[in-house]
């Protein structure tokens, strides 16, 4: 069974802060690997993914994860932090060959201005 | 439209009653998902339609929970005999179907569902 865990519930952090997301997944496969943020008031909507090539990958708004398959993580991280960054992140696996993903709990990140 | 539409934004039911929760994916996609969101939690899969058939059904949680997709379009989930432990917010996503798996999925604002 595919599993996902995210360490961190809510982090905190001032406006020009760097970030990381802590993401960690049980999968018996090869995996795809994907990042969404739920903005206040908004619908979840994707950041970025990894399914295959470059392990490094960039996504929307300055964001970026690493794919490290010997730990099994896929960390999400931002240089400098906006207040406008506040949101909830979720990190979720899905197989090659499913439709689904399985998401982790969530980690609620506040900026402070 | 331009994005998924979920329609009620808000259901209020009592425990064992029937309700019916309905998603508008974005046009021309072919793949539709279904998530339960409970508080504090992340979304949980529930059901996977590619085109008209349930392509996986693996996370329905038992026999009171339906879900339907009879043109390849709209999609309806059925909950029966509710109870307390159904209310969440179902989330409802789309994609284009085209690279199994890798597809980015299109999410929908949601229903909040609570059984009183």
């Known amino acids: 069974a595919q599993s996902v865990s995210q360490h961190n519930h809510h982090v905190i952090l001032s406006e020009a802060a760097s970030l990381e997301l802590g993401c960690n997944y049980s999968?018996?496969?090869?995996?795809?690997l994907f990042w969404y943020v739920q903005y206040p008031g908004q619908h979840l909507q994707l950041l970025l993914k990894?399914?295959?090539?470059?392990?490094l990958v960039k996504g929307i708004k300055g964001f970026e994860a690493e794919f490290i398959k010997s730990k099994f993580s896929f960390n999400l991280r931002k240089p400098s932090v906006q207040w406008s960054d506040t949101a909830e992140y979720f990190c979720?696996?899905?197989?090659?060959?499913?439709?689904?993903?399985?998401f982790g709990d969530g980690t609620t990140l506040t900026v402070k201005p | 439209g331009a994005g998924v539409s979920q329609t009620p934004s808000n259901k209020v039911t009592e425990k064992g009653k029937y309700v019916e929760l309905r998603c508008d994916p974005i046009?021309?996609?072919?793949?539709l998902y279904w998530y339960r969101q409970s508080l504090g939690q992340g979304p949980e899969f529930l059901i996977y339609?590619?085109?008209?058939?349930?392509?996986?059904d693996s996370g329905l949680p038992n026999d009171r929970f339906f879900a339907v997709r009879p043109e390849g379009s709209v999609s309806t989930l059925k909950i029966q005999r509710t109870e307390r432990g159904d209310s969440a917010v179902y989330l409802c996503?789309?994609?284009?179907?085209?690279?199994?798996?890798?597809?980015?999925?299109?999410f929908g604002p949601g229903t909040r569902l609570t059984v009183l």
């Open positions: 996503a789309s994609s284009a179907g085209t690279a199994y798996g890798t597809d980015t999925q299109y």
């Open positions: 990894y399914f295959s090539g470059d392990p």
């Open positions: 999968y018996g496969g090869t995996v795809n």
């Open positions: 046009s021309g996609h072919t793949a």
């Open positions: 979720a696996v899905g197989g090659t060959n499913a439709g689904k993903s399985t």
């Open positions: 339609f590619q085109g008209t058939g349930a392509a996986d």
